[in-house]
């Protein structure tokens, strides 16, 4: 444990390099990637170019010295993060590595004011918690290990079925090459692919969400072909799997993980919010629902560009309407002439609280959401604005965990 000096030094040298955060972080990825090129086979190189999973790193490793004796209040953020690591398939031994680069990137940016005082107590209190991350990450490694059907790290599947759902959605079915059993899941998790790109220096790992219920015996993942858009490239993996691998070729993915999951422990009505691909983890929700006979009631409202954009449209209909205690609505941002003829969809434009507020008769629900960004934001702003309480607010972003409050 800390002495109260070396507590007193980090928290008082919190804001001055929270200030310097954003600088720190860069150089720090800078120095360790110089260093040790190798974990470019883990790290995502497009949120690195953004800058997204600098600042995220740089505000966790903030709030978690800002809670340096009482870490364990912050359980619940480094069980998410500690998912996606061990989805990645990061170790014990990257974390010394991380540790020194960190250390190094401090020095470097905040010059003389980072005295030798200063840097001991940083390197004593990323210690304590490389550790709390160590351990969470080594009991989940050992769950995934050792649940039925269960592995650790990469295994291989076969991609059994590639199936268009959309102009931009395809879903990939993957069963376990080693034919062995297939672990079951908890639906809103998601898997890690290893993509081995021809031409590419590194391998990219992508996480995709499963878009299944947990009881087949293979996994279904749902990937939108991120096309190239004005500045922003093409999504590198995204192109990969569409235009480049198909049915029966091989590809690693690890077991799944995450904390997006059904709350079922209330008997409270349930609200799915999905923008775009965003629907992927709720089918797996909705599926399971529907495979339980549930008997609250389901709301299903997605929001798509238009029915060119629109994925798995049937398949929520069918289990819809299979139950009297699920309900379906869509919304199309811009719909096509075909869409206002067919009258295919129950609102033009966005999501919005007065058309939520139509649909549902009260805001005693949970609610789960998911999408871009943006309309993250305005599901989160939306249910704050109805006085949904923050423990029935339930969401996942696709990328590095980012802030819905401006
Ligand atoms: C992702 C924090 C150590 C590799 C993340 C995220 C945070 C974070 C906040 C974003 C999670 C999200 O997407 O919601 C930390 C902290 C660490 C630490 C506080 C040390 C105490 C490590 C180590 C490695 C690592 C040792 C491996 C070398 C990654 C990777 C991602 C990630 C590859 C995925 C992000 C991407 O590539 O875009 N980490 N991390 N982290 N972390 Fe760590």
């Given at each position: 444990?800390?002495?109260?000096k070396?507590?007193?030094?980090i928290?008082?040298?919190?804001?001055?390099?929270?200030?310097?955060?954003?600088?720190?972080?860069?150089?720090?990825y800078?120095?360790?990637?110089?260093n040790?090129p190798?974990?470019?086979?883990?790290?995502?190189?497009?949120?690195q170019?953004?800058?997204?999973?600098?600042?995220?790193l740089?505000?966790?490793?903030?709030?978690?010295?800002?809670?340096i004796?009482?870490?364990?209040?912050?359980?619940?953020a480094?069980?998410q993060?500690?998912?996606k690591?061990?989805?990645l398939?990061?170790k014990?031994?990257?974390?010394?590595?991380?540790?020194?680069?960190?250390?190094?990137?401090?020095k470097?940016?905040?010059?003389?004011?980072?005295?030798?005082e200063?840097?001991?107590?940083?390197?004593?209190?990323?210690?304590?918690?490389?550790?709390?991350f160590?351990s969470?990450?080594?009991?989940?490694?050992n769950e995934?290990?050792?649940?039925?059907?269960?592995?650790?790290?990469?295994?291989?599947?076969?991609i059994?079925?590639?199936?268009?759902?959309?102009?931009?959605?395809?879903?990939?079915?993957?069963?376990?090459?080693?034919?062995?059993?297939l672990?079951?899941?908890?639906?809103?998790?998601?898997?890690?692919?290893?993509?081995v790109?021809?031409?590419?220096?590194y391998?990219?790992?992508?996480?995709?969400?499963?878009?299944?219920?947990?009881?087949?015996?293979?996994?279904?993942?749902?990937?939108?072909r991120e096309?190239r858009?004005?500045?922003?490239?093409?999504?590198i993996?995204?192109?990969?799997?569409?235009?480049?691998?198909s049915e029966g070729?091989t590809i690693?993915?690890?077991?799944?993980?995450?904390?997006?999951?059904?709350?079922?422990?209330?008997?409270?009505p349930v609200?799915f919010l999905?923008?775009?691909?965003g629907q992927?983890?709720?089918?797996?929700?909705l599926?399971?629902?529907a495979?339980?006979?549930?008997?609250?009631?389901?709301?299903?409202?997605h929001?798509?560009?238009?029915s060119?954009?629109h994925?798995?449209?049937?398949?929520?209909?069918?289990?819809?309407?299979e139950?009297?205690?699920?309900?379906?609505?869509?919304?199309?941002?811009?719909?096509?002439?075909?869409?206002h003829?067919a009258?295919?969809?129950?609102k033009?434009?966005?999501?919005?609280?007065?058309?939520?507020q139509?649909?549902?008769?009260?805001?005693?629900?949970?609610?789960?959401f998911?999408?871009?960004?943006?309309?993250?934001?305005?599901?989160?702003?939306?249910?704050?604005?109805w006085?949904?309480?923050?423990d029935r607010?339930?969401?996942?972003?696709?990328?590095?965990?980012?802030?819905?409050?401006?």
């Amino acid at each position: 444990l800390l002495d109260s000096k070396t507590i007193d030094i980090i928290k008082s040298t919190v804001p001055v390099l929270a200030e310097h955060g954003k600088a720190i972080t860069t150089r720090f990825y800078q120095m360790m990637f110089t260093n040790h090129p190798e974990l470019l086979h883990i790290f995502n190189h497009v949120n690195q170019k953004q800058g997204k999973q600098q600042q995220a790193l740089a505000n966790t490793v903030y709030t978690a010295a800002q809670y340096i004796d009482q870490l364990e209040t912050l359980l619940p953020a480094v069980k998410q993060i500690a998912h996606k690591h061990r989805s990645l398939g990061v170790k014990a031994e990257h974390y010394p590595i991380v540790g020194e680069h960190l250390l190094l990137a401090i020095k470097d940016v905040l010059g003389d004011a980072a005295t030798d005082e200063i840097i001991n107590a940083w390197g004593e209190a990323y210690g304590v918690i490389a550790d709390v991350f160590i351990s969470v990450e080594q009991e989940m490694y050992n769950e995934a290990a050792q649940k039925p059907g269960g592995w650790d790290g990469f295994r291989e599947f076969i991609i059994t079925k590639k199936i268009e759902e959309s102009d931009v959605i395809t879903s990939f079915y993957l069963k376990p090459k080693d034919e062995g059993n297939l672990s079951s899941f908890q639906p809103g998790q998601y898997i890690t692919v290893k993509a081995v790109i021809p031409g590419e220096d590194y391998t990219h790992l992508r996480q995709y969400s499963l878009s299944d219920s947990p009881d087949k015996d293979y996994y279904r993942i749902s990937v939108k072909r991120e096309d190239r858009k004005e500045e922003i490239p093409a999504g590198i993996v995204s192109t990969f799997l569409h235009q480049q691998v198909s049915e029966g070729d091989t590809i690693e993915i690890t077991a799944p993980a995450g904390d997006f999951i059904l709350q079922e422990k209330e008997k409270r009505p349930v609200v799915f919010l999905s923008g775009g691909v965003g629907q992927t983890p709720m089918i797996s929700m909705l599926k399971t629902l529907a495979k339980k006979n549930t008997t609250t009631d389901v709301t299903y409202i997605h929001a798509a560009i238009n029915s060119s954009h629109h994925a798995f449209d049937e398949e929520i209909r069918s289990i819809v309407n299979e139950s009297e205690h699920m309900s379906y609505y869509v919304s199309y941002e811009q719909p096509t002439a075909k869409d206002h003829q067919a009258k295919n969809y129950k609102k033009e434009g966005y999501v919005d609280l007065p058309w939520l507020q139509s649909i549902l008769k009260n805001n005693d629900a949970d609610f789960y959401f998911c999408g871009p960004v943006p309309f993250m934001k305005a599901m989160n702003q939306a249910l704050k604005e109805w006085n949904v309480a923050d423990d029935r607010i339930h969401f996942e972003f696709f990328g590095p965990k980012g802030s819905l409050e401006n």
